[in-house]
């Protein structure tokens, strides 16, 4: 399934993310594409908002990882800068992946080919101009 909606400002991006949360079962891989500055964070802030999941106190060595608690537990992921998938097992990302929880994963490219076979919902943030997003949401098949 395919999704594809415009959004004309960081409003819109808040309401389009609050409906996509409310079909959520909780155990889903989630794949934020998206240049920087695109709305990833602000999509995957306002489902935890929409979920009553509230922001956990982050380890200062641990800033690639935020998780929230609610309705469900999710875990946020950044790999911006990470440079390989060592450095990601070092730090138990696999072992998160598998854990009960929504896992949002901004800047997925480096771990893509790694979850071939797991089940995962992506979405695509297009930046038009500075206010308007084009937002791709695709589940299965
Ligand atoms: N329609 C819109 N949808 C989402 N964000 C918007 C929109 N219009 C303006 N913005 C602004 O764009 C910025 C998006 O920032 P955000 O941190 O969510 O981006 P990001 O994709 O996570 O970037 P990064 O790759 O650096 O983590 C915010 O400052 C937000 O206010
Ligand atoms: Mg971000």
Redesign the pocket.
Known sequence: MKLKTI????????EIAQNFAQELSGNEIIL?Y????????????SVAKKLKCHDEITSPTFTLMQTYQGKFNIYHF?L?RIKNILELDNIGFFDYIEKDGIKFI??PEIIKDTINGLNFIEIY?KKLD????E?IIKKGD
């Open positions: 959004s004309n400002c960081e409003n819109d991006t808040i934020l998206g240049e920087l500055g695109a709305g990833k964070t602000l999509f995957v802030k950044d911006y901004e800047w943030i500075n206010t308007k997003r937002i």
